[in-house]
């Protein structure tokens, strides 16, 4: 089982940058593909970016491609977003997401087990 917190989130300009990081709880981080998702008020949730489970593949969403970048450190038990260039249309809470499954990283929130609380990004034009 794991525990996921967001970090990382606030307020900035259009163009600006923001790191977010997620740390996770437990032993078996490794083994899980990680994703960012995002969902501003009145919305349903989206995808943003995701990771494999071994760090080797990654998948961005078009809206996003470009400016913003997932990683993950596994000594660390944690995955990053770098967010690049924002736009008044980023501003959202931001939340991760862990799922054990194979194959490339998805974009669909049904392949991820375990979420975190979120973390709310607000950019201002």
């Known amino acids: 089982q794991l525990q996921l917190v967001e970090s990382g989130g606030g307020s900035v300009q259009e163009g600006g940058s923001l790191r977010l990081s997620c740390a996770a709880s437990?032993?078996?981080?490794?083994?899980?593909?990680m994703a960012w998702f995002r969902q501003a008020p009145g919305k349903e949730r989206e995808f943003v970016a995701a990771?494999?489970?071994?760090?080797?593949?990654?998948y961005h969403d078009s809206s996003v491609t470009g400016r913003f970048r997932i990683a993950r450190d596994d000594a660390k038990n944690t995955v990053f977003l770098q967010m690049n260039s924002l736009k008044f249309e980023d501003t959202a809470a931001y939340y991760c997401a862990a799922g054990r499954y194979s194959g490339d990283p998805s974009r669909y929130t049904e392949r991820y087990e375990y979420w975190g609380q979120g973390t709310q990004v607000t950019v201002s034009s």
């Open positions: 437990g032993r078996t981080f490794g083994r899980y593909a």
């Open positions: 990771i494999s489970s071994n760090g080797g593949s990654f």
